[in-house]
């Protein structure tokens, strides 16, 4: 582009590409106006994929949160882990913990600490696999970072804010204007949205762990310990 601002030739010998290069850049802040016009054609994209995903982790956070089931699960494992471990006193099963279950073992036959936890559901709470019906709602909300939620809206706001300042410099586009207008409302209502979603998801966090972790990692506990509990098959 600098060589083009910087010719030293006709532009009338220029291959056709780079004279329709050279033509567009003569347009007044036509750099801005391209910036405007990618803004203006990602946006709805990137609004919509951003509310989907804080859907994913306010809905699965709400899940959790309000679950009998998931809380009669634990209950379940940190009575066995307790029973296998006997200690003067019992212990508390930390997020840390729960993350490793699924890789236990009982230390004299090696049988693993999940099919216990699964054997004593199928035999008194079978209500408790009714949990892999939200398996797949939890492994989603497992895939997403909320962190990086923040990151994208922070990085819309801050392109908008950069847009405002062009088209100031833009001949009057009541197109554009209109455009800017329902930005600004649509912004807002994502920020209200994150901030709702951000609540939930501590609120469900702290609720089961002082621990501050990312959301990947609290779902993905929590989809690992679903997805390993095994419904007994009945006998034929």
Do not use: W
């Amino acid at each position: 582009i600098d060589a083009f601002r910087h010719l030293s030739i006709d532009k009338e010998k220029l291959p056709p590409t780079d004279r329709l290069m050279y033509e567009i850049i003569q347009i007044p802040f036509y750099t801005d106006r391209l910036n405007t016009l990618k803004f203006k054609l990602i946006f709805a994209d990137n609004y919509h994929l951003l509310k989907d995903q804080m859907h994913l982790i306010n809905e699965a956070s709400c899940f959790l949160y309000q679950s009998k089931h998931i809380k009669k699960l634990l209950e379940i494992i940190l009575s066995v882990v307790n029973h296998l471990n006997p200690t003067a006193t019992q212990r508390i099963l930390t997020l840390d913990d729960l993350s490793k279950i699924c890789d236990l073992k009982t230390s004299k036959t090696r049988i693993p600490i999940m099919n216990i936890v699964s054997e004593i559901c199928n035999d008194h709470h079978s209500e408790i696999f009714g949990l892999k019906q939200n398996y797949k709602l939890i492994l989603s909300a497992s895939k997403i970072d909320l962190d990086l939620i923040k990151s994208g809206i922070d990085e819309i706001k801050q392109e908008f804010e950069q847009i405002q300042l062009c088209i100031n410099k833009f001949e009057e586009n009541i197109e554009i204007q209109k455009f800017v207008s329902n930005c600004q409302e649509t912004l807002h209502e994502i920020v209200r949205y994150y901030q709702i979603t951000n609540d939930q998801f501590h609120k469900t966090l702290s609720y089961f762990t002082k621990e501050i972790t990312p959301s990947t990692r609290f779902f993905s506990t929590f989809a690992n310990l679903i997805h390993s509990l095994q419904i007994k098959r009945p006998t034929l």
